[in-house]
């Protein structure tokens, strides 16, 4: 499980669900809302989920709410039907779009040196990673957090099939659009509110 506020390393976990766990998740939640200028939120969609797989729409959030980046992204092969079905992205919703490299300094002047929080933060840097292959370009030096590995241990429920606690989809606030860049955003930033306790 992640730990501390830019998400630590990996330990080992055996037995079950501890409470302490639980304690720890909100504790991490509380300590990133704290301070709010450390982190911002970030969300992804992509054309499909295999090692080919690009973003098509992206967005960052400030923890206090503010939008610091939001927009499609023109990939360099077309979206398929799949993942149009899924997040309801076109190739037409793209055909004006900046392409990702385009995009690449506009996200690093948005994150700005703060902790990235993904709601599965494994997923998020392989895209970028792969988005950024294509032009050659460098993968921005990030310092990731997942909430989903956070969230696992706040519900803690044990999966004793993988030896870990069940990971969970992510909640989507009231009025957001799921899977959508800026809604999950703000979903994420809602749950950890929730975790923290503050809503």
């Not at 992640?2 to 080992?12: C, D, E, K, M, S």
């Not at 990731?144 to 989809?169: I, K, L, P, S, T």
């Amino acid at each position: 499980m992640r730990a501390g506020f830019g998400g630590g390393g990996t330990a080992v976990l055996t037995g079950g669900p501890r409470l302490e766990d639980r304690e720890a998740a909100q504790a991490w939640a509380r300590s990133v809302l704290a301070e709010p200028e450390r982190a911002v939120v970030l969300d992804t969609e992509t054309t499909g989920l295999d090692n080919s797989a690009e973003i098509v729409q992206l967005a960052a959030v400030a923890l206090d709410g503010a939008v610091r980046l939001h927009t499609f992204v023109r990939a360099t092969h077309p979206i398929p039907g799949a993942a149009t079905a899924i997040h309801r992205i076109t190739d037409a919703d793209c055909a004006g779009a900046p392409t990702y490299q385009e995009v690449h300094p506009l996200l690093a002047e948005a994150i700005g040196g703060r902790t990235v929080i993904t709601y599965n933060a494994d997923f998020d840097r392989r895209m970028l990673r792969q988005s950024a292959a294509p032009f050659r370009l460098s993968p921005l030096d990030l310092t990731w957090a997942c909430a989903m590995h956070q969230y696992a241990r706040f519900v803690n429920e044990w999966d004793f099939r993988r030896n870990d606690y069940r990971w969970h989809r992510l909640p989507i606030a009231p009025g957001a659009a799921a899977h959508t860049a800026l809604g999950d955003c703000f979903s994420t930033l809602l749950l950890l509110r929730r975790m923290a306790g503050d809503a």
